[in-house]
């Protein structure tokens, strides 16, 4: 028996990880199908929504003087003016209404509103 061996080409090395990652791609689409990532016009309301909120937050965290009141009292207040924007985000993003998805999107704007307070004031933001 004469088996003669075939010379590997770059073809023959690359389909199988190329087919691993064709596959693996399709895969990973339905993924995002639970969070409701699958529809581009309800990504693209929920991007505006965070955006929306993100504006508000910047817009009413003003400059003030650092003894006038603290970061965080400050941070709370433009927060509270941001709340429909807030609100309209939940409601996007949590339709479901999980009360854990609520506190972290409510802690994220709390804790954005504080970063745009310290930017507000020219300190610092790690």
């Not at 995002?32 to 505006?48: Q, T």
């Amino acid at each position: 028996m004469n088996i003669r061996a075939r010379p590997r080409t770059a073809l023959t090395v690359l389909a199988p990880s190329l087919l691993a990652l064709l596959l693996g791609a399709c895969n990973s689409v339905s993924v995002f199908k639970g969070a409701g990532l699958s529809d581009p016009r309800l990504a693209g309301r929920i991007e505006r929504a965070y955006e929306a909120r993100d504006k508000c937050l910047a817009k009413n965290a003003v400059p003030s003087g650092g003894g006038e009141a603290g970061v965080s009292s400050v941070a709370e207040a433009v927060s509270l003016a941001c709340l429909p924007e807030t609100n309209q985000l939940i409601a996007l993003t949590n339709p479901h209404q999980d009360p854990r998805v609520t506190q972290e999107i409510m802690k994220d704007s709390d804790a954005k509103a504080v970063r745009y307070v310290l930017l507000a004031r020219g300190e610092s933001v790690n």
